[in-house]
T-cell receptor
Framework: AQSVTQLGSHVSVSEGALVLLRCNYS??????LFWYVQYPNQGLQLLLK??????LVKGINGFEAEFKKSETSFHLTKPSAHMSDAAEYFC????????????FGSGTRLSIRP | DAGVIQSPRHEVTEMGQEVTLRCKPI?????LFWYRQTMMQGLELLVY????????DSGMPKDRFSAKMPNASFSTLKIQPSEPRDSAVYFC??????????????FGPGTRLTVT
């Protein structure tokens, strides 16, 4: 069965520093992978998605993620953090038996220090 | 498109009362999902529909929760009777399948339910 693990429930970085949020997945078949962001008191918003095309995926707000099959990872990065990036980030994987159903990770709260 | 629409945005009710949450998916989307988010449990999938039919409701407490989708543009999640442990944010999401789609879900703003 597919699953996703996010390493670190809380990450804190300084403004301008590199953002790295870690995600590892488990899937017996090539998955679809997603990163979502949730700002306070809002719904989840799609940041980017991997659908078996390019392994380096670029998303909104300067974020990108790289699919590494050998490491079963899909880490999210941004070169320079901005105060507005403070939010909860969710990694997610599609379920092969029902590709429309997505399994979400437990989330990583990103804090930005001035 | 207006995106996924949910109502009400906030609901405060007393234990034992009936609560109905409403959702309008994005036009043309054939999947609709209901999630519950709490600090303790995170994001939980309660039930989802494909073309108005229930596909999986294994995450939904059947004794008090019911979900319906009478048409392609409207769904309800009903709790009767409500209990304090039902306090959470309830999200509706929709997605489209078929050629050109890759199963990402689009979320509504959520309904914050407080049961006292």
């Amino acid at each position: 069965a597919q699953s996703v693990t996010q390493l670190g429930s809380h990450v804190s970085v300084s403004e301008g520093a590199l953002v790295l949020l870690r995600c590892n997945y488990s899937s017996s078949v090539p998955p679809y992978l997603f990163w979502y962001v949730q700002y306070p008191n809002q719904g989840l918003q799609l940041l980017l998605k991997y659908t078996s095309a390019a392994t380096l995926v670029k998303g909104i707000n300067g974020f990108e993620a790289e699919f590494k099959k050998s490491e079963t990872s899909f880490h999210l990065t941004k070169p320079s953090a901005h105060m507005s990036d403070a939010a909860e980030y969710f990694c997610a994987v599609s379920v092969y038996s029902s590709a429309s159903k997505i399994i979400f990770g437990s989330g990583t709260r990103l804090s930005i220090r001035p | 498109d207006a995106g996924v629409i949910q109502s009400p945005r906030h609901e405060v009710t007393e234990m034992g009362q009936e609560v109905t949450l409403r959702c309008k998916p994005i036009s043309g989307h054939d999947y609709l999902f209901w999630y519950r988010q709490t600090m303790m449990q995170g994001l939980e999938l309660l039930v989802y529909f494909n073309n108005k039919a229930v596909m999986d409701d294994s995450g939904m407490p059947k004794d008090r929760f019911s979900a319906k989708m009478p048409n392609a543009s409207f769904s309800t999640l009903k709790i009767q009777p409500s209990e304090p442990r039902d306090s959470a944010v309830y999200f509706c999401a929709s997605s489209a399948t078929g050629t050109g789609h890759s199963y990402e879900q689009y979320f509504g703003p959520g309904t914050r339910l407080t049961v006292t």
